[in-house]
């Protein structure tokens, strides 16, 4: 089980300095990395994601007044709103975890009658924000597993993610779908999580590259995305639109890719759904390939995701490509954009004897560039989800 990073140890003392008086506990939801299944999530297709060391803690305690107080070591700002306020009174980073505290509230009580309320909530997080590796979804998981804990009620954690993903599409307003809070709230230590997005079937797949000499490197390029943006609203609506004229319910359920892209006619929606379809495919693929103890031989399917996202869904970023093609030059066996695309990280899989070289080799592209440093990050083993750390 991972250990908390240093940066948390002091957030029970941090959080008693600021309010005066000792939280009831410390809840971390983790950030996630996703191995392969890149805009499958909304098109009800397959996700192969899994949870970094890395995440969100929340110190916090109860209180009965019906308000949400949130601060964060990260942000100067304090927001206190009300547990049953509407979307669009609160802005910023504290929209995710008021938003959280909301929905929550909302969904009303559980088996037991009991329901959640208001709490106070101090934040602290090692994730980079804006690196694609789902800092929003750990603030919203913290937030979720602290205040049912607190106010003693019982939701299961697939639904809890399914309450986040709501979150953050009523109260932040962004469209995502729900890969990053399955991955924060369902992933084991030592295995990324298979979600079938439609029937929401998880299953975990061992994922120790280490063992076979491998190491899968995780690159933050320093190239900042935002998911409230636009392009991935964008892309989205033009997945639904492919799927309303191919008359299915979800590009999931093309069955016949050569006959679905002869009836578009738009060559955007082609490449759209050429994408999404093959990508489902290349989950399968690496799944299949990682239980039968290949792991090295998923590297293909990484590049050829990264391709396809590259040139098919045209999501990837300069700074991405020049990291995934430099590690490819310089031996690694695969590599690929992560996220929702426009900025954030990529993933290398190389053998460990080569990671250096590869990294070398990154770097000096960059450099060469005059592009800001990457940031390699060191602890990226697949990691327990959310849980109470105290
Ligand atoms: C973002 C979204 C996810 C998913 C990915 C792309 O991370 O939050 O729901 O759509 O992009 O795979």
Known sequence: MPTPSPVHAGLAAAFADAFGHAPEGVWRAPGRVNLIGEHTDYNEGLVLPFALPLGVSAAASRRDDGLVEVRSLQADTAVTASVSGTPGDVEGWAAYPVGMARVLHEHGPDGHGRKVGGATLLFDSDLPQGAGLSSSAALECATAIALCDLHGVEIAPAELARLAQRAENEHVGVPSGIMDQSASMLSSAGSALLLDCRTGLTSDVPF??????????????RATHELTGGEYGQRRAECERAAEILGVPALRDIKDLPAALA???EPVLRRRVQHVVTENHRVEATVGLLRAGAVAEIGGLLLASHMSLRDQFEISWPEANVAVD??????AR????????????????????????VRDAINAAYESRSWTPPVFLTDTAPSQGARRLS
Request: charged fraction near 20%.
């Open 208 to 221: 120790a590259p280490q063992d076979a000499g491998l190491t899968l490197m995780v690159i933050d390029t």
């Open 263 to 265: 009836q578009l006619d």
């Open 326 to 331: 430099e590690a490819v030059r310089a031996g």
């Open 334 to 357: 695969g590599g690929r954009m992560v996220g929702g695309g426009f900025g954030g990280s990529v993933i290398v899989l190389t053998h460990t004897e080569r990671a250096d070289r």
